[in-house]
Nanobody, 130 residues
Framework: VQLQASGGGLVQAGGSLRLSCAAS?????????????MGWFRQAPGKDREFVAA????????KYADSVKGRFTISRDNTKNTVYLQMNSLKPEDTAVYSC???????????????????WGQGTLVTVSS
């Protein structure tokens, strides 16, 4: 599975951005078996990559990092094999490279771990100015 993230950019503090991550696979139709859990992680300069949000295939099982709860919303469109991250009330500390990832067959209680995911996108840079 290949993942392509987009939507990053420069925004002022308090502003909003929406990230997208589209999944594809040459010659294969993707489904629940490939895309059960999709997640977003981010890596700020000089810091380790951290979990941001995750969503299951049904779209109703969600998890967020405490730092983004109430400001970020993860969603997905399974007809487009795409996951979204709506980011509102952005803060300078949200500045990072945001990457999407996907896994299937993993336990939900492990979705915050990088090692849970099978495929990763290349990342998109979000810069929040003060």
């Amino acid at each position: 599975v290949q993942l392509q993230a987009s939507g990053g950019g420069l925004v002022q503090a308090g502003g909003s951005l929406r990230l997208s991550c589209a999944a594809s696979a040459s010659g294969r139709t993707l489904s629940f078996y490939n895309l059960d859990i999709m997640g977003w992680f981010r890596q700020a300069p000089g810091k380790d990559r951290e979990f941001v949000a995750a969503i299951r295939w049904t779209g109703t099982t969600l998890k967020y990092a405490d730092s983004v709860k109430g400001r970020f919303t993860i969603s997905r469109d399974n007809t487009k094999n795409t996951v979204y991250l709506q980011m509102n009330s952005l803060k300078p500390e949200d500045t990072a490279v945001y990457s999407c990832a996907v896994t299937s067959g993993a336990a939900w209680n492990r979705v915050m771990l990088e090692s849970t995911y099978d495929s990763w996108g290349q990342g998109t840079l979000v810069t929040v100015s003060s």
